[in-house]
Nanobody, 122 residues
Framework: QVHLVESGGGLVQAGGSLRLSCAASGRTLSNYAMGWFRQAPGKEREFVAAINRSGLSADYSDSVKGRFTISRDKAQNTLYLQMNKLKPEDTAVYCC???????????????WGQGTQVTVSS
């Protein structure tokens, strides 16, 4: 079982940056594609970004494309989300997830983290 723990959330002004981390324990993340998702109050969870097992392929939602960057460090067994040019509408709880395969073209997940709060003030 992969245990995921997010960190790096907080309060930031619009236009600012944050870097989220997702640390894994229990098993290596290197075999799995990884993703970031977010859920704002009163809204459904939405996809933010995903990266494949090798780290050579990534995908982003249209709302964050060009502002957010997903990356992974296999040696550290950690996933990252660099968030730049943050907007108030980015406010949400951000969770990382491990897909059940090396690619992100499915909606089957092995593990989810508990989430970290990101609040962007205007």
């Amino acid at each position: 079982q992969v245990h995921l723990v997010e960190s790096g959330g907080g309060l930031v002004q619009a236009g600012g940056s944050l870097r989220l981390s997702c640390a894994a324990s229990g098993r290596t993340l290197s075999n799995y594609a990884m993703g970031w998702f977010r859920q704002a109050p009163g809204k459904e969870r939405e996809f933010v970004a995903a990266i494949n097992r090798s780290g050579l392929s990534a995908d982003y939602s249209d709302s964050v494309k060009g502002r957010f960057t997903i990356s992974r460090d296999k040696a550290q067994n950690t996933l990252y989300l660099q968030m730049n040019k943050l907007k108030p509408e980015d406010t949400a709880v951000y969770c990382c997830a491990a897909y059940n395969s090396g690619t992100y073209d499915s909606n089957i997940f092995r593990s989810w983290g508990q989430g970290t709060q990101v609040t962007v003030s205007s």
